[in-house]
């Protein structure tokens, strides 16, 4: 988790500059050369001992710099590899402690730190793994008790859990009575009868007296259990989910107010004091801080799984405890405490107390939390496996059916794609190379040219036959004739009119000589010629926007492809995580959470959130920043990562409104409005 990989790479640079690895402090580490031995012990030749600890210690903290987290059970081999969690006496039998040996307990308690430190980050973990799935749990109590309905399928659900659990304990009491009344006929003597009859009657006398025992049993545990003749099926399943969704809370804000001790008081180096001490005070604060925190993480794993006493009596439970624990690691002749001590409390609690805390917890939450699959989903597996055979018997019957619609929905995808995607794109890709064979066009190319050369041809011949008609002369000229065909090609066919007005004066004449319909004829030839000038021009209009066409035509196709993909995105990414609007959803609910927290939190005269609220506040961080960094884009993650690390290292509950204020409305465009 991000922010518990953040805290221990913190920790862990801490320690290292506290012993003088960094920079800023090898200054003082030479100032308290004399003093401590430890650059002495470093430019003289190390013991084997000596390099094997330091190995473990930079094993330890590689780990802890890469926010990663080694199992509890490698730290554990680690430290026994070290030989601090075994009791020995060889420091005692030493006598005085010389240059090599200090310098070999300086590294000890390095290696004690940085597995601390590893230990720390893994109960954080713990309790933030421990949290969510509660809260999921509570959720769904919330959920059935939200609506009588929804009461109803849960009783449904599990009537067949609740008769199995009333059928044995009918069983249970009826063994305990026939348990009973044999053990009495044992002490009285009774022997059985020799003759057949006799047997008949005792095995009817036997079976009768079964029954009765039976109904007495049932009758008996009505009768202790008054509840069931009171209260409906449903009433006392709602009685049931709301006694679980206590015990569920209970048992998280517990853990929730152990997560804010061990955040607030586990490892909680005094810097500013640190800061005007030499290398030894320094060291000797350390120690006695580490001892601290290794002694109240022992208390709180001990004392978080019980959920059945109030919060204040948990934490006054938790500090009694590490007080103890912290005793035992002093000595009779000094009061700082041993390394190999606080190792070996280490190792107990990576080995036992931490194994037995998961245990209990996980055992109260199967006990309280939403029942299991089997049970939510029986009723609706009982359906299907009363249905399948008529499922069955329509799939066999109707396979044909089936099978020819399965290829023809193939063949009507396949065609849809091909003739409203594929052919329209290479239209279109032919359009821009100018293809010849995908314009578009509604006449052919030379059709008006033909029709307008034959008019000409009309026109002129018509008035070379009747020159006095068309032109009022005897002769044509050919001046006069390119005249024609020149006002022909615009349209005029002046001397067809004439012999047309000429003619309607004696229109059987006309009719009879021929001249009337023949120019009757020709006008039937302009106006078809007029009508190809007028198709032609919309011809143009068509060609000049045959791209758009194009792209029209490629419209539906594209729209309904991409529909379609956004469907089955939709349905089948759901399985892979959350869409970006629902992470934004989710992220206003925790958002809103944190606000109720910090409201309605309980504050001590410093202005504090108590332990189970801080707890609480920064299991909702947490959410916050796993979603957040999946919502805002790369270059303001840094920015909301720094006012989210003030909003969970300050402990005032102003700063805290106030840096949360600051996350709504300065990441407001991709975390919701306001």
């Known amino acids: 988790m991000a922010i518990v990989a953040d805290k221990v790479r913190r920790l862990d640079v801490h320690i290292d500059r506290i012993v003088g690895l960094e920079p800023g402090s090898i200054a003082d580490a030479e100032h308290d050369q004399q003093a401590t031995g430890l650059l002495t012990a470093v430019s003289e030749p190390p013991s084997p001992r000596a390099d094997e600890l330091l190995r473990i210690a930079r094993t330890l903290s590689t780990a802890s710099r890469s926010g990663t987290f080694l199992a509890p059970s490698r730290i554990k081999q680690l430290l026994e590899d070290s030989g601090l969690a075994a009791e020995t006496e060889l420091a005692e039998q030493q006598g005085e402690v010389g240059v090599e040996s200090q310098y070999e307990q300086d590294i000890e308690w390095l290696l004690v730190a940085k597995a601390t430190v590893q230990t720390y980050g893994i109960l954080m973990n713990t309790f933030f793994d421990q949290i969510m799935p509660l809260s999921d749990d509570i959720w769904y109590w919330d959920d059935v008790l939200s609506s009588y309905p929804k009461s109803c399928l849960y009783a449904t659900q599990i009537a067949p859990a609740r008769a199995w659990s009333r059928a044995k304990e009918v069983y249970g009491v009826a063994c305990e009575r026939i348990r009973n009344i044999h053990l009495q006929q044992q002490s009285e003597g009774a022997e059985a009868a020799d003759s057949s009859e006799s047997l008949r009657e005792g095995v009817s006398q036997k079976w009768s007296q079964f029954y009765c025992i039976v109904r007495q049993s049932m009758a008996d545990t009505s009768v202790s259990n008054l509840r069931r003749k009171i209260l409906s099926p449903v009433d006392l399943c709602r009685a049931e989910a709301r006694r679980k969704r206590a015990e569920l809370q209970k048992l998280r804000e517990t853990i929730a107010a152990g997560l804010g001790i061990l955040v607030d008081e586990g490892l909680a180096f005094d810097q500013s004091a640190e800061e005007d001490k030499g290398l030894e005070s320094r060291l000797m604060v350390a120690d006695s801080t580490l001892a601290d925190s290794i002694a109240l993480m022992h208390a709180i794993l001990t004392n978080s799984a019980e959920s059945n006493e109030p919060l204040s009596v948990f934490e006054d439970c938790v500090f009694a405890d590490a007080r103890d624990v912290r005793g035992a690691f002093s000595t009779a002749d000094s009061s700082k405490p041993k390394a190999s001590s606080v190792a070996e409390r280490l190792v107990q609690i990576l080995d036992h107390s931490l194994l037995q805390h998961k245990t209990a917890v996980a055992k109260h939450a199967s006990e309280n939390g939403r029942p299991s699959r089997v049970v939510r989903y029986w009723l609706p597996a009982l359906a299907l496996l009363v249905s399948s055979p008529t499922i069955l018997y329509v799939l066999v019957k109707r396979r044909d059916s089936i099978l020819d619609w399965i290829q023809n929905l ?161 349905v089948f990414g759901s399985r892979k995580g959350l869409r970006r609007g629902e992470k934004v959803r989710r992220v206003v609910r925790v958002l809103r959470k944190m606000d109720r927290i910090l409201a309605a939190g309980a504050t001590n005269p410093k202005g504090e959130l108590n332990y189970k609220d801080r707890g609480l506040l920064l299991c909702e961080a947490h959410v916050l920043r796993e979603l957040a960094t999946e919502v805002l884009p790369g270059d303001v993650k840094r920015e909301f990562l720094e006012d989210l690390e003030d909003l969970t290292s300050v402990k005032n509950v102003v700063l805290q409104e106030k840096a949360l204020q600051r996350i709504r409305w300065a990441y407001a465009e991709w975390l919701g409005k306001k």
């Open 410 to 570: 193939g063949v009507t995808v396949r065609d849809f794609w091909f003739n409203w995607v594929i052919d329209p794109i290479r239209k279109i890709i032919g359009t821009i190379r100018h293809d010849a064979n995908s314009e578009i066009a509604i006449m052919s190319r030379d059709s008006l040219k033909a029709d307008r050369e034959s008019l000409e041809r009309m026109v002129v011949e018509f008035t070379l036959d009747n020159p006095s008609v068309a032109v009022g002369s005897p002769n044509v000229t050919d001046l006069q004739i390119a005249d024609i065909r020149a006002k022909v090609r615009e349209g005029d066919v002046t001397p067809i009119l004439k012999a047309y007005e000429k003619g309607l004066r004696r229109p059987f004449v006309g009719a009879v000589s021929g001249d009337l319909v023949r120019s009757l004829l020709i006008q039937v030839q302009k106006t078809k010629v007029d009508l190809e000038v007028a198709i032609s021009g919309i011809d143009s209009l068509l060609k000049s926007q045959e791209l758009l066409f194009g792209f029209v035509g490629l419209a539906p196709g594209v729209v309904v492809s991409i529909g379609i993909v956004q469907y089955l995105r939709t």
